[in-house]
């Protein structure tokens, strides 16, 4: 049953504590909106309007699984087939890595196994061909995280060719097959990619907060064509009620068969593994999990500040939709969505713990050494007869929970760590520590680097996340961020390049051989603002 007064007090008590200024909630039972209502206003200059479940929001990565619903249509009509290759449709199709596009599907780069990188740019061009030249000029410079088809790695550009081989199958701007094959049908009235028509509804803005926890209007919003299809949609809760009811109904919308029964299941169905809590996975551009033993299909997004979150429990016709305007480390979503669903579904049980299995010993020693993700480095090892993780300096053993999946209790986070060996292909290795993959490194033992280079790198270098140091001490370097507490030694790969703790790192370096920045997972830059005092 839901408690309407207490669910609304607690929504604003976790508002004010959270620093949002607009939150709007909606939740859907059957083919009905059982309730929606805004809260708070959508600018906190300039006095702001009053969020309504009509304001618009950026959705961030909720466009993700619009896109994929665009995509099934066309799966239906039969112009494209979820097994074929990019290049029966792309022919002249590339990527980084010689033979990987030959191997890339519709279905890997809709449950994200493409082993594209996340690429995200907040700012780039407005002309609707600029998806086409993205595809053609930038996807095929990306590193690839893996071989295709082998770990999952959510990945903007993975999305974004999907929706440039919609365009070349039906002539048709992205933008533009989206209104048609999405938003018209569905009744979803205000939603849009373009900037202009947002504009002329109430429309809620991004904020900041600064130093002294003050809120500010973010006055750049972020625009880019090319990356309209994996997170740049404007939409209201009661829209995307909507898109929620078809979904809970198998495809039917108001009496109208949509979308196939088929292709809804196909995409509440888990396509790629995470390794891991069982049952926690993704599927066909929805994430796939269970609640209070229910099956619960969605998704989360973030552009800017905006935060959206799209949660549905297809087996007892439950969704709920939340969109807020600021997002904070307090994390609302998650505590609203909870409150949320326990009213709906009653409380949720503690998760039963993993239980172990006799491990395939057999195994191991195709498992062990050491591993760069963009999550950092580890290391596995066999210690005592027992697999070790050895993670941010923490040494963890490893109990099997499946033959190829492991969790482990860390007590410093005080929360479970699952670690996955998915299998290996032409000889490259790789894990997944949390469901993000990590590669098989061996560093050149013979390696050693230039001490003068060292030299070069030690200052400082301020970024959006605070202030790194670098040092250099008997040829090795060392990074202390602000926010920790110790300084993190690095291995050198090359004179430019390091792994350290939190992931990889490269010096960039202008024509004149000075140092401007430290890059971290090609997604963090830190500028150079002094050299150390000796």
């Excluded at 780069?109 to 595809?135: K, N, Q, V, W, Y």
């Excluded at 904070?328 to 039963?352: A, E, R, Y």
Aim: proline content about 7%.
């Amino acid at each position: 049953m839901l408690h309407i007064y207490s669910l609304e007090r607690q929504i604003q008590d976790l508002m004010q504590t959270a620093h949002v200024p607009g939150l709007a909630l909606a939740i859907v039972k059957n083919q009905e909106i059982l309730y929606a209502r805004g809260f708070g206003v959508t600018s906190v200059e300039d006095s702001g309007m009053p969020v309504t479940p009509q304001t618009l929001f950026r959705i961030g990565s909720v466009t993700k699984p619009l896109t994929g619903t665009m995509i099934m249509r066309l799966v239906d009509e039969g112009k494209l087939e979820l097994d074929s290759p990019v290049r029966a449709y792309l022919p002249w199709f590339t990527l980084s890595e010689p033979g990987a596009a030959e191997r890339v599907t519709l279905r890997m780069l809709l449950c994200h196994m493409s082993g594209l990188p996340h690429d995200h740019t907040p700012f780039g061009p407005r002309e609707p061909g600029a998806l086409a030249t993205r595809i053609r000029q930038e996807i095929p410079q990306l590193p690839l995280v893996a071989p295709p088809g082998i770990v999952y790695s959510y990945s903007d550009g993975g999305i974004q060719v999907l929706a440039h081989v919609a365009e070349v199958v039906t002539g048709k701007f992205y933008a533009e097959l989206m209104q048609e094959l999405v938003f018209n049908p569905l009744e979803m009235s205000r939603s849009t990619f373009d900037p202009t028509i947002a504009m002329t509804y109430p429309l809620a803005q991004s904020h900041e907060i600064d130093e002294n926890d003050i809120l500010h209007v973010e006055h750049k919003s972020a625009e880019n064509t090319a990356q309209a299809s994996s997170g740049r949609a404007f939409s209201t809760v009661l829209d995307l009620a909507n898109f929620a009811i078809m979904h809970l109904h198998w495809g039917s919308f108001r009496g109208k068969q949509f979308l196939s029964e088929s292709s809804v299941r196909e995409m509440h169905t888990i396509q790629a593994d995470y390794y891991m809590a069982p049952g926690y996975s993704y599927g066909l551009t929805f994430e796939v999990g269970m609640y209070n033993g229910k099956l619960q299909v969605g998704h989360s997004g973030q552009i800017s500040n905006f935060g959206t979150r799209l949660e549905m429990f297809p087996e007892v016709g439950i969704a709920v939709i939340l969109v807020f305007n600021h997002i904070s480390v307090q994390w609302i979503d998650n505590k609203i969505l909870h409150l949320t669903f326990d009213q709906l579904l009653g409380p949720s049980p503690v998760p039963p713990t993993p239980q172990p299995i006799e491990p395939d010993r057999s195994l191991w020693s195709h498992y062990t050494g050491l591993y760069l993700g963009n999550k950092g480095l580890a290391t596995i090892q066999i210690i005592d007869n027992q697999l070790m993780l050895n993670w941010y300096g923490e040494k963890l053993i490893l109990e099997a929970i499946r033959k190829s999946h492991y969790v482990a209790k860390s007590e410093r986070k005080n929360t479970n760590i699952y670690v996955g060996f998915p299998p290996s292909l032409q000889g490259q290795i790789y894990i997944t520590i949390d469901k993000v993959p990590f590669k098989l490194i061996e560093p050149d033992q013979l390696f050693v680097v230039d001490p003068e280079i060292l030299q070069v790198y030690t200052g400082n270098y301020k970024g959006k996340y605070g202030m790194i140091t670098v040092y250099a001490e008997e040829g090795t370097l060392l990074i202390q961020p602000a926010w920790a507490d110790k300084p993190m030694s690095c291995i050198a790969l090359d004179n430019r390049h390091f792994a350290w703790e939190l992931g990889p790192v490269e010096f960039l370096i202008d024509e004149n051989g000075s140092v401007l920045a430290l890059e971290i997972d090609k997604s963090f830059t830190f500028k150079r603002v002094e050299t150390m005092l000796e």
